[in-house]
């Protein structure tokens, strides 16, 4: 979610106890409690628990992860709220963010919450290796025991099946020292690696697992109904992530005044043999699409009171909420305000939300989405371009305020040649099933994420 407002003062949280109440800005999205509490003040709670699968544990509908906290306070905040899951990894912040949540569980009754951590595996590593760092990782959470294990960002079917993984697994669990596992996925990077709905899947149907984490939102929900249908089916716990569709987002383009952003644009666009003129007009031609999507939604967003993009990105989770197999949608918090501003969601009545404009919404920006996780266009590209991982990072620069992370990922996809798609004839365009204009958007984020590469 995108970080708007200021951040309160670790002070000032202490000061009032966690008990700063949610703006009004939104309010036309907040909804009657669930059934399960029927009490109007309360909304500043978490309103409605859900069992994670098999593993029985009550996780509150909506959860926490923890890619963009900087501060242990967040933790303490949200779980005063009524969060009590926590989704970590050992590459979030460098292991910092295991280290925060760590600190903060000191201050949380350790049963009433489920801690989940996750580890990218290789094919080539034993159990003596993921034991030694699942053990850093225990050591960051200052805690007895981690509830979920997962194998992270799984591109292939093949890794399920890492004996090191699950040999360690039931060391831990014999030691007391774990209690389940499962597995995450973005989807393929490359081609040949499956895709997210294949590898979870699977996962779902292994027997070894107890719970997937998977991409959802409104725009990118037909391969997670039928990863939820196989969870559903074998009774394993879910967890939605990239609950908000990101757009890329293109500023308006005034010629006396282009932005340096808009310059370097031009500017390759003429490397690629285009007049100063015709590269002007593309940009003007994609900034005034976009501005036409607005405006098509825009008498569906004034219904639900949708006047600003936090507010879709509320009305989305929402939306992602309305599924009942889906337990808890994680969102990544950054500061108290987004958590005052996404907890009354928790519970609420989905039938306010008109289905009809999110169909709307995206059948109108369906050429400006990159459905994360898929891979339908790399092999129409003479690189084999990673492209939605590349707009996923964009995603973190834009959306999340995740800029040196996003840049740094970035810059390990360039050794795959990115800027080739200056020069390119773009067949990719002919792979998207969506229309997406990729060679478009990879010179944008090109210049967003590499700052003065050429």
């Given at each position: 979610?995108?970080?708007?407002?200021k951040?309160?003062?670790?002070?000032?949280?202490?000061k009032?106890?966690?008990?700063?109440?949610?703006?009004?800005?939104?309010?036309a999205l907040?909804?009657?409690?669930?059934?399960?509490?029927?009490s109007?003040e309360k909304?500043?709670?978490?309103?409605?628990?859900?069992?994670?699968?098999?593993?029985?544990?009550?996780?509150?509908?909506?959860?926490?992860?923890?890619t963009?906290?900087?501060?242990?306070?967040?933790f303490?905040?949200?779980?005063?709220?009524?969060?009590n899951?926590?989704?970590t990894?050992?590459?979030?912040?460098?292991?910092?963010?295991?280290?925060?949540l760590?600190?903060?569980?000191?201050?949380?009754?350790?049963?009433?919450v489920?801690?989940?951590t996750k580890?990218?595996?290789g094919y080539?590593?034993?159990k003596?290796e993921?034991?030694?760092?699942f053990?850093?990782?225990?050591?960051?959470?200052?805690?007895?025991?981690?509830?979920a294990?997962?194998m992270?960002?799984?591109?292939?079917?093949?890794?399920?099946?890492?004996?090191?993984?699950?040999?360690?697994?039931?060391?831990?669990?014999?030691?007391?020292?774990?209690?389940y596992?499962?597995?995450?996925?973005?989807?393929?990077?490359?081609d040949?690696?499956?895709?997210?709905?294949?590898v979870?899947?699977?996962?779902a149907?292994?027997?070894r697992?107890?719970a997937l984490?998977?991409?959802?939102?409104?725009m990118n929900?037909?391969?997670?109904?039928?990863i939820?249908?196989?969870?559903k089916?074998?009774?394993?716990?879910?967890?939605?992530?990239?609950?908000?569709?990101?757009?890329?987002?293109?500023d308006?383009?005034d010629?006396?005044?282009?932005?340096?952003?808009?310059?370097?644009?031009?500017?390759r666009?003429q490397?690629?043999?285009?007049?100063?003129?015709?590269a002007?007009?593309?940009?003007?031609?994609?900034?005034?699409?976009?501005?036409?999507?607005?405006?098509?939604?825009?008498?569906?967003?004034?219904?639900l009171?949708i006047?600003?993009?936090?507010?879709?990105?509320l009305?989305?989770?929402?939306?992602?909420?309305?599924?009942?197999?889906?337990?808890?949608?994680?969102?990544?918090?950054?500061?108290?305000s987004?958590v005052?501003r996404?907890?009354?969601?928790?519970?609420?009545d989905?039938?306010?939300?008109?289905?009809g404009f999110f169909?709307?919404?995206?059948s109108s920006a369906n050429?400006?989405?990159?459905r994360?996780?898929c891979?339908?266009?790399?092999s129409?590209?003479?690189?084999?371009?990673?492209v939605s991982?590349?707009?996923?990072?964009?995603y973190?620069?834009?959306?999340?305020?995740r800029?040196?992370?996003?840049?740094?990922?970035?810059?390990?996809?360039?050794?795959?040649?990115?800027?080739?798609?200056?020069?390119?004839?773009?067949?990719c365009?002919?792979?998207?099933p969506?229309?997406?204009?990729?060679?478009?958007?990879?010179?944008?984020v090109?210049?967003?994420l590499?700052l003065?590469?050429t």
């Amino acid at each position: 979610m995108e970080n708007s407002g200021k951040s309160i003062s670790r002070r000032r949280f202490f000061k009032t106890g966690g008990a700063v109440l949610a703006g009004g800005a939104w309010s036309a999205l907040h909804s009657q409690p669930s059934k399960s509490d029927k009490s109007e003040e309360k909304t500043d709670k978490i309103q409605q628990y859900r069992k994670l699968g098999r593993t029985g544990f009550e996780v509150s509908d909506i959860s926490m992860g923890g890619t963009r906290n900087r501060e242990t306070s967040i933790f303490r905040y949200a779980y005063d709220k009524g969060v009590n899951y926590f989704d970590t990894a050992e590459g979030y912040i460098n292991g910092q963010s295991e280290k925060l949540l760590g600190d903060a569980l000191k201050f949380m009754d350790r049963k009433k919450v489920f801690i989940t951590t996750k580890l990218p595996i290789g094919y080539e590593e034993t159990k003596t290796e993921i034991l030694d760092r699942f053990a850093k990782c225990q050591e960051r959470l200052q805690t007895e025991y981690v509830d979920a294990l997962f194998m992270h960002s799984v591109k292939e079917v093949a890794l399920l099946n890492h004996t090191g993984f699950h040999e360690a697994v039931k060391e831990l669990r014999s030691q007391g020292k774990l209690r389940y596992c499962g597995v995450s996925s973005h989807g393929p990077r490359n081609d040949d690696q499956d895709s997210m709905e294949k590898v979870l899947i699977a996962a779902a149907e292994d027997g070894r697992f107890d719970a997937l984490l998977l991409i959802y939102n409104f725009m990118n929900d037909q391969a997670g109904q039928n990863i939820l249908k196989a969870c559903k089916k074998n009774d394993l716990g879910t967890t939605a992530m990239k609950t908000s569709p990101g757009i890329l987002k293109a500023d308006l383009v005034d010629p006396e005044n282009l932005t340096g952003e808009q310059q370097q644009l031009i500017e390759r666009y003429q490397k690629r043999g285009m007049s100063y003129e015709e590269a002007l007009e593309r940009l003007k031609q994609r900034a005034n699409e976009l501005k036409e999507i607005t405006q098509k939604t825009l008498p569906f967003a004034e219904k639900l009171n949708i006047s600003s993009e936090e507010q879709l990105k509320l009305a989305s989770i929402q939306w992602v909420l309305q599924n009942p197999d889906i337990h808890t949608a994680c969102i990544s918090f950054s500061d108290f305000s987004q958590v005052d501003r996404t907890i009354p969601i928790s519970g609420s009545d989905m039938s306010r939300l008109d289905p009809g404009f999110f169909n709307r919404f995206g059948s109108s920006a369906n050429s400006y989405y990159c459905r994360q996780a898929c891979k339908e266009c790399i092999s129409g590209c003479p690189q084999r371009v990673p492209v939605s991982t590349i707009m996923r990072y964009a995603y973190y620069f834009q959306n999340q305020q995740r800029e040196k992370e996003a840049m740094e990922k970035y810059a390990n996809i360039l050794r795959q040649n990115v800027p080739a798609c200056y020069n390119c004839d773009a067949p990719c365009l002919e792979k998207c099933p969506y229309g997406l204009d990729i060679q478009a958007q990879m010179l944008q984020v090109h210049s967003m994420l590499s700052l003065n590469r050429t």
